[in-house]
């Protein structure tokens, strides 16, 4: 059995050739962010806020083993979680659920005691880190800062596997992408299940100045059966939406410290990339070998700053992104983060537009980043300089994406400062800059609370930018613009959230000119006005169907000189019933424009086409099995032909299974279909405009919480119809498969090895089959040394 203490440079290469013993449950992930955006409820509000917990603390350490006989745990306070706060109403636990909780200084330990009357319906399987959500999973939420803005989630399934995330109450939005370094172990027992934790202080961000401390906390077991409870400690309020300011707090930690906060991550990665000119007959094999070594570095200053700096960093994602159809779609698609320096205290960097969307720094060879905390006051900076340049080319009807062949740097610097936990004010402002080109942003936002079910949220920023010559020519449409440009945003939310109504009222306007090359955001010249309103209902205990939610929304779009765009309205009915099951349907009728008929003007009025959509989306999910999980997405109805300026007729389903087959082996497979089809003129060819069709299949063996080897296949299939495509000349036949073989081993986050194979293949009306145009032999090594 391994203290916590134990780990090495030997034991880590040992594992890459032989068998490790698992006293470590892998690390989890971030949790999803409906465990945090669920409706709570609470009417004995007289017990919030008065059941704090004391966290004792004793000088010794653990063994991550599951099964609670070190002596330590005999000192630690043991708080019942006895309440079901969702779906129902604070009513009392059908099962008994135990946490023991104490500390040494240097880390925080959590037990569970999870009883459970018919173990053999256990949800647990063991997979990658934060994907095992809808487990049976155990946990605890923790805001160091205790001033109910961010709080740290760590939970555990019964196999060990983790989930992590950071949850940002101004935005409503959890990070389940950030990783720490922590410690877990979970069992099953003839009883249920048993889980170990162990929180190292040197991730948390905290007051460490030796004296008691609140932290606001809660402990949580998540228990899906027929359906999903959420069991707790602590009662919460269905009037309140603000789920962290309700916790109560875990007091004491005057010993904690952070210690000797730093860690290096040297690695090294080798790669063997092959492509070829598929379309030239015997054409062979060109390699192109390479091999990099990048070392990373994150020194915790003191437990409120901490600095990551990265040199020659592989920025790698490792696994394929998921894939996703952009046929028929005007405005570029969003991709996730997945790589460690962005995800590392990200959140001091969120606001109320997406500024900071750092999938647009594509291939950076050195970065830093700050970021702190102290008393009421949050700031960070961070800086890189990429060997490549992208960025949006956004527009009011559509949206492309311009590259520059020069290097760039790229910065973000974000303040906030909390007054209370009802008033935060903040400061944002990004930078990107290479020769003869520029974009700078800065602005403000605040959120206000006015009782706790109303608030408000405004953001306002300004923006001026440089574009090269050749570039604002290829692209500038007005007989007087110029290179150099600026222009304004701003945005202003109202939400009220309680026990049976939701409401939102928003409105922003965008400038022609406003850029955010940094951000996320693919929209300008665009005036929207918003509005929703939804009533809640709630049924009795044991009934069939546990929540349900009927709302109304209305949008309206103009650009800036008042041209309309678009007009949406829609009635949705969403309600949750067995088999966890959720259903989701929804009736839309729109107005809205096509793309330009003349691309050479802005106009919109007398240049654009209006046209009336009427659809039905129909959204359902449902486990009607513990190893089998699945959801169905079909839309029915009017679409725009944006290529060929018309009405369509669209049939969409998009569709997911996810089926544990053993403990070790899951299958996750999506479907997407879709397929558009339009009056065509000449009659003695089809409707069809096209038919896509997009498979994307995970099939992964996962040996123990530390290592796995994954099978990944992506096969988009485009068939168009080129009798059918008046306005545009089309292949008739687009198909790309991307295949991917990768094994992983994962001690923690950073210390991690890779091997894989990845391939890709395309096919047009040249090629009479799939054909194989680029393979890639890779691997990498990573060690996170703690001096």
Known sequence: MYKLSSYSLPLLLCGFLCSIPTSFAQEPSPSKSNIESENLESKNLAVIGSGNISVPYLAQEITLDGELDDAIWQQANTVSLNLVNSPWQNLPSPINTEAKIIENGKYLYIAFIADDPEPEKIQGFLGDRDTKWSDDIVGIKLDTHNNRRLNYEFFVNPMG??????????????????????????????????????????????????????????????????????ISHTPLDRDNPCWLCQYPEAVGFANAETGNNIRLTPAVTASKNQTKDIYAPNSQWQDDNDMAAGLDLRWGIDANNSLNATINPDFSTVEADAGQLSINKTFSLFYDEKRAFFLDNSDYFKSNYDL???????????????????????????????????????????????????????????????????????????????????????????????????????????????YPDDLYKSFCLDSDCEGEFSDQTYKLDFNH??????????????????????????????????ARLSRLFYAEQNSLWQEAKLSGNWHLHHNENGEFIERYISTNFEIDGPKQLFLDITLSNADKVGLRHDDSSLAIEGNTTTFTENQLNIFAEAQPHARLFFYVDLTLGDKIDYNNDRLGELTEVATNVTWHITKHLELDLSQTYSQLDADNENRQYSDNVYTANLTDLRLSYQFDVQ???????????????????????????????????????????????????????FQDDELSKLTREKRTFFTKLSYSWMP
């Open 161 to 230: 596997v983790q989930n992590d995330a950071i949850f940002n109450e101004i935005t409503g939005e959890a990070n389940d992408l950030w990783d720490g370094i922590w410690y877990s172990y979970g069992k099953i027992t003839e009883r249920g299940y048993q889980v170990e934790i162990a929180i190292p202080y040197n991730i948390l961000n905290f007051e460490e100045d030796g004296k008691e401390k609140q932290w606001a906390i809660e402990l949580l077991r998540i228990y899906p059966r027929e359906t999903t409870l959420r």
């Open 356 to 466: 900071v969307y750092t999938r647009n720094i594509v291939a950076p060879d050195y970065g830093a980043k700050f970021t702190g905390r102290a008393q009421k006051h949050s700031y960070g900076v961070f800086m890189t300089n990429d060997t490549e340049t992208n960025f949006f080319m956004p527009g009011n009807l559509s949206s492309d994406i311009a590259t520059l062949k020069q290097d760039s740097h790229s910065a973000a610097l974000r303040y906030r400062y909390d007054h209370n936990e009802d008033l935060s004010l903040g400061a944002i402002s990004t930078i990107r800059e290479s020769d003869n080109y520029h974009n700078y942003v800065a602005g403000f936002d605040g959120k206000y609370r006015f009782n706790d079910s109303n608030a408000v949220r405004a953001q306002f920023l300004t923006s001026s930018t440089q």
């Open 497 to 530: 959230d309680s026990e049976y109504w939701q409401a939102h009222l928003g409105h922003e306007n965008i400038g022609k000119n406003f850029r955010a090359d940094l951000g996320y955001m693919p929209k300008v010249d665009l005036q929207k006005s918003q």
């Open 707 to 761: 290592s796995y080897i994954k099978l990944s296949m992506v096969y988009t299939n485009i068939d168009r119809n080129p009798h059918n495509n008046p306005h545009i000349a089309v292949s008739e036949k687009n198909n790309y498969l991307s295949t991917q073989l990768l094994y992983a081993y994962k001690l923690n986050p950073q210390t991690v090895f890779f091997l894989g194979y990845s391939d890709s293949s």
